[in-house]
């Protein structure tokens, strides 16, 4: 069965700092991979997904994540963090038979400082 | 276009009474979710829908819980009676997905989510 783990409730970072949430995933054949973001008061809204190809994905918003097959993992970054960032994270994957539907992991709060 | 539209957005209601939250999907896609997310928790599936048909509910927690999408364009998912284990954010997610080939990626397009509480 799928599933993903979210490392960190909360994380916190300053201004122009690096943004680094961590997702790593259990799945028994290739998965398709997302990150979600939902900013206070509104849905959630895809930032990026991996399906095929390049295990380099770029998304909204300068952020991009890495899909490590080795690693079973799936982390997303930003190499400078700005204030309109704070959200809360979400990393799914979706492996099962169609309709792919994606299974979420628990969301990670970005918290970002002045 | 339009989005996912959700209503409530918050609703407070007392033990034992019903709740009903309402869901209008993207216009033209057949496919419609209902999703929970328990406060801390992993957001979880309750059940989707392929045009007015149950596809798969098996995400419901129990018979409590009713999803109805007469004529295939807006969706209801009615609590009753309420307990306090109900509390939590219910989104509603909509795509177009058909079984496409090459890409079997489904991606979702969410709602606000309604914020029901229980007390």
């Known amino acids: 069965a799928q599933s993903v783990t979210q490392l960190g409730s909360h994380v916190s970072v300053s201004e122009g700092a690096l943004v680094l949430l961590r997702c790593n995933y259990s799945?028994?054949?290739?998965?398709?991979l997302f990150w979600y973001v939902q900013y206070p008061n509104q849905g959630l809204q895809l930032l990026l997904k991996?399906?095929?190809?390049?295990?380099l994905v770029k998304g909204i918003n300068g952020f991009e994540a890495e899909f490590k097959k080795s690693e079973t993992s799936f982390h997303l970054t930003k190499p400078s963090a700005h204030m309109s960032d704070a959200a809360e994270y979400f990393c799914?994957?979706?492996?099962?038979?169609?309709?792919?539907?994606?299974?979420f992991g628990r969301g990670t709060s970005l918290i970002v400082h002045p | 276009e339009a989005g996912v539209t959700q209503f409530p957005s918050h609703s407070v209601i007392e033990k034992g009474q019903t709740v009903t939250l309402r869901c209008d999907p993207i216009s033209g896609h057949d496919n419609l979710y209902w999703y929970r997310r328990v406060m801390g928790k992993e957001i979880k599936f309750l059940l989707h829908?392929?045009?007015?048909?149950?596809?798969?509910e098996s995400g419901m927690p129990n018979n409590r819980f009713l999803a109805e999408r007469t004529g295939g364009t807006y969706s209801t998912l009615k609590v009753q009676p309420a307990e306090l284990e109900d509390s939590g954010v219910y989104f509603c997610?909509?795509?177009?997905?058909?079984?496409?080939?090459?890409?079997?990626?489904?991606?979702?397009?969410f709602g606000a989510g309604s914020r029901l509480t229980v007390l």
């Open positions: 799945s028994s054949v290739p998965p398709y």
């Open positions: 997610a909509s795509s177009q997905y058909r079984g496409q080939g090459n890409s079997g990626a489904n991606v979702l397009t």
């Open positions: 799914a994957v979706s492996d099962r038979p169609p309709p792919y539907l994606p299974t």
């Open positions: 991996y399906t095929t190809g390049a295990t």
């Open positions: 829908f392929v045009k007015e048909s149950k596809q798969d």
